[in-house]
């Protein structure tokens, strides 16, 4: 039989733009939030990750905002570079386990 | 470079074969965590080990999976009966100690079932 496969969201930006990516949380208990990056064949690398004390943290480049109210985590990088291109996870971590929860992922394409 | 070393990075079973996942964690951690990714999808939390301990295995199939990390030596995924089912890509991740720091992942094994 036929198998439909999931289509990963895409955003596309121009070379040198901003991109905002946008993940929503499941659990309201979730208390660690975490975005990686993952390359083609590779696994997930770490990027940047913000406690539910805080509502923005600024790395290099990188800025994550997080809202409790609707449950909403988003990831902004500042000059996109064509090695950003890659798939950019969200995922969460509930208090009382150390399992992470990912969410579905959005593939970021940058063009020249 | 010490980063999560996984092996192989593809490993390919025929149906009903074991398959035999290996992670060694970065220096110094002492949790383990193993995940699984199907094409076009975000991971999925199978099993939580430290050493010669499973803390959280409720990501696991109940047949034919199981996980150690025992005092010396990495810790593996075991696949038994394989089925085309199993077909992904198995991701191992660690940390240290102290449980607020993010995990790092290594580069996974890609399982392919004929």
């Known amino acids: 039989g036929e198998s439909v496969g999931l289509h990963l969201p895409t955003l596309s930006v121009q070379e040198g733009d901003n991109s905002i990516i946008n993940c929503a949380y499941s659990n309201s208990a979730s208390d660690y939030f975490i975005w990686y990056k993952q390359e083609s064949g590779k696994g997930p690398q770490f990027i940047i990750d913000?406690?539910?004390?805080?509502d923005k943290r600024q790395g290099q480049r990188v800025t994550v905002l997080l809202n409790k109210t609707v449950k909403h985590l988003s990831l902004q990088i500042a000059a996109t570079q064509p090695g950003d291109s890659a798939v950019y996870f969200c995922?969460?971590?509930?208090?009382?386990?150390?399992?992470?929860?990912f969410g579905t992922g959005t593939r970021l394409q940058v063009f020249p | 470079n010490a980063g999560v070393m996984q092996n192989p990075r593809h490993l390919v079973r025929r149906r009903g074969q074991e398959a035999r996942l290996r992670c060694s964690p970065m220096?110094?951690?002492?949790?383990v965590y193993w995940y699984r990714q199907l094409p076009e999808e975000g991971l999925k939390f199978m099993v939580y080990l430290q050493k010669e301990n499973i803390i959280d295995e409720s990501g696991m199939p109940k047949e034919r999976f199981s996980a150690e990390f025992p005092k010396e030596g990495p810790s593996i995924l075991r696949i038994q009966q394989v089925v085309r089912g199993d077909s992904a890509a198995y991701f191992c991740?660690?940390?240290?100690?102290?449980?607020?720091?993010?995990?790092?992942f290594g580069d996974g094994t890609r399982l392919s079932i004929l």
């Open positions: 995922a969460e971590n509930q208090g009382n386990t150390d399992k992470l929860i």
């Open positions: 220096k110094g951690h002492s949790h």
């Open positions: 913000i406690r539910s004390n805080m």
């Open positions: 991740a660690s940390s240290p100690l102290d449980n607020n720091q993010p995990q790092h």
